[in-house]
T-cell receptor, first 116, second 114 residues
Framework: AQTVTQSQPEMSVQEAETVTLSCTYD???????LFWYKQPPSRQMILVIR??????QNATENRFSVNFQKAAKSFSLKISDSQLGDAAMYFC?????????????FGTGTRLQVTL | GAGVSQSPSNKVTEKGKDVELRCDPI?????LYWYRQSLGQGLEFLIY????????KSGLPSDRFSAERTGGSVSTLTIQRTQQEDSAVYLC????????????FGPGTRLTVL
């Protein structure tokens, strides 16, 4: 079974600064997908960024980028120019690309605070 | 178009009562998922429906939990004889198909069992 570990329960960053959230995972599969989801107090899960394991190039979405290290099974999220609206819970998630097993396996989350 | 909707938004019930939670997925999405988020925890997979295939029920924690999806659209998650440990936020998600496509989440139902 796959597992996802987020070792930082809470992180804090000053507005306009850069912060990196860590995520490691364990799998014996070679083909899979990785995601970062954001959950604000409204409870709505919002996809931040997605990475296909077969792609070597790290995904980027505006101020959000990932550092995907397949051999190390590491998938960190970098948020640049942090904004107050970035404050939320962030969850790392894994999805197998094999067969029909398309459920998401989530880490326990990192609560990000953004200060002035 | 409209996103995934869930009802009720909040539900308070007494221990031992049955509850039904509803999910309306995005129109046209063939896959539908239920997850549970306990306080301070990540999301835990419960059950997954894909088209007309048999659902993947591997995440259901006990036989008190069941779910159905009628007409390939609306889904209902039923918890019988609720226990205090069932208190959590229940999130529903849908996606156009399996694979890398994004799962779109609803706002969840917060269930409190007294």
């Amino acid at each position: 079974a796959q597992t996802v570990t987020q070792s930082q329960p809470e992180m804090s960053v000053q507005e306009a600064e850069t912060v990196t959230l860590s995520c490691t995972y364990d799998t014996s599969e070679s083909d899979y997908y990785l995601f970062w989801y954001k959950q604000p107090p409204s409870r709505q899960m919002i996809l931040v960024i997605r990475q296909e394991a077969y792609k070597q190039q790290n995904a980027t979405e505006n101020r959000f980028s990932v550092n995907f290290q397949k051999a190390a099974k590491s998938f960190s999220l970098k948020i640049s120019d942090s904004q107050l609206g970035d404050a939320a819970m962030y969850f790392c998630a894994y999805r197998s690309a094999i067969g029909t097993a398309s459920k998401l396996t989530f880490g326990t989350g990192t609560r990000l605070q953004v200060t002035l | 178009g409209a996103g995934v909707s869930q009802s009720p938004s909040n539900k308070v019930t007494e221990k031992g009562k049955d509850v039904e939670l509803r999910c309306d997925p995005i129109s046209g999405h063939t896959a539908l998922y239920w997850y549970r988020q306990s306080l301070g925890q990540g999301l835990e997979f419960l059950i997954y429906f894909q088209g007309n295939s048999a659902p993947d029920k591997s995440g259901l924690p006990s036989d008190r939990f069941s779910a159905e999806r009628t007409g390939g659209s609306v889904s209902t998650l039923t918890i019988q004889r609720t226990q205090q440990e069932d208190s959590a936020v229940y999130l529903c998600a849908s996606s156009p198909q399996t694979g890398a496509n994004e799962q779109f989440f609803g706002p969840g139902t917060r269930l409190t069992v007294l």
